[in-house]
T-cell receptor
Framework: QKEVEQDPGPLSVPEGAIVSLNCTYS??????FMWYRQYSRKGPELLMY????GNKEDGRFTAQVDKSSKYISLFIRDSQPSDSATYLC?????????????FGAGTRLAVHP | DTAVSQTPKYLVTQMGNDKSIKCEQN?????MYWYKQDSKKFLKIMFS???????INETVPNRFSPKSPDKAHLNLHINSLELGDSAVYFC??????????????FGDGTRLSIL
């Protein structure tokens, strides 16, 4: 079993839809949670990060962490065709070193006009 | 101005050859990384250097040898290339080690294909 599980999709939604992307994990020591966006033929870019549990909002994006369920989510409101990309969750823990990120496999999202 | 740049972008070579990939960052960061992304898009850390010192060394065949001549550069040399080495290799950098809020910035990858 992988430490971080993420449905690879693809997920196809119409423009304007609310998108929900999720990851589950097995290591309860994870404290730091991130979402990266990766466009085709490009490197991942950091979208959001949260520390421990709770919600964080940035524009159309909301990240949620539920440590009791070992489940994290990224919500995208009013999705746009420019949001079409692969979304990777990543996490780390203090024992492993915060800089040692463990990634999910990524969910491919397509937003069609 | 590209923050993390990798060369070459594409590398096609024969099995058994030795090749190198170079990475440079102009962000002033002191920590650099190599990741491997396989055909299923799974991104896995290989190595990390902080101020030219190796701090993360995952279970990687010793055919892979990273070298950091200074904190702005981290190169990856691969000996005796095998078919399973075909992947996209990403370089990344961040400021500091062991801090929870220093994001990693990635290059655009080197696509390695072994014939």
């Amino acid at each position: 079993q992988k430490e971080v599980e993420q449905d690879p999709g693809p997920l196809s939604v119409p423009e304007g839809a609310i998108v929900s992307l999720n990851c589950t994990y097995s290591n309860s020591a994870f404290q730091y949670f991130m979402w990266y966006r990766q466009y085709s033929r490009k490197g991942p870019e950091l979208l959001m990060y949260t520390y421990s549990s709770g919600n964080k909002e940035d524009g159309r994006f909301t990240a949620q962490v539920d440590k009791s369920s070992k489940y994290i989510s990224l919500f995208i409101r009013d999705s746009q065709p420019s949001d079409s990309a692969t979304y990777l969750c990543a996490m780390s823990n203090p024992d492993g070193g915060y800089n040692k990120l463990i990634f999910g496999a990524g969910t491919r999202l397509a937003v069609h006009p | 101005d590209t923050a993390v740049s990798q060369t070459p972008k594409y590398l096609v070579t024969q099995m058994g050859n030795d090749k190198s990939i170079k990475c440079e960052q102009n962000l002033g960061h002191d920590t650099m990384y190599w990741y491997k992304q396989d055909s299923k898009k799974f991104l896995k850390i290989m190595f990390s250097y902080n101020n030219k010192e190796l701090i993360i060394n995952e279970t990687v065949p010793n055919r892979f040898s990273p070298k950091s001549p200074d904190k702005a550069h981290l190169n990856l040399h691969i000996n005796s290339l095998e078919l399973g080495d075909s992947a996209v290799y990403f370089c990344a950098s961040s400021q500091g080690i062991g801090t929870a809020n220093q994001p990693q910035h990635f290059g655009d990858g080197t696509r390695l294909s072994i014939l």
